[in-house]
């Protein structure tokens, strides 16, 4: 789980893998993030809000040996930006 500035968004990262985020005062739903892609071990935004950043286990995630994988978003368009793989 990873708050957004201010507190108002919530970034969960569910056992099934999704990027979700969330409207933190009203415990609603706001969208599913594209291209999570497995299940991950970590999430946190940016203090500015515009980006944010989630680690995967390439391992668990089917990916080749036991590194993790880190992907970044731009939260303009909900697209991933940049992908890093970390062995």
Known sequence: ???????????????????????????????????????????ALSPDGKQFAAVGSLAVAGGPGGGSQVTVWDTASWEPVRTVAVE
Do not use: I, Q, S, T
């Open 1 to 43: 789980l990873a708050f957004g500035p201010g507190g108002k968004e919530l970034l969960a990262a569910p056992a099934d893998g999704k990027l979700e985020l969330w409207d933190a005062a009203k415990a609603g739903f706001l969208r599913e993030v594209p291209g999570a892609g497995g299940p991950l071990l970590a999430a």
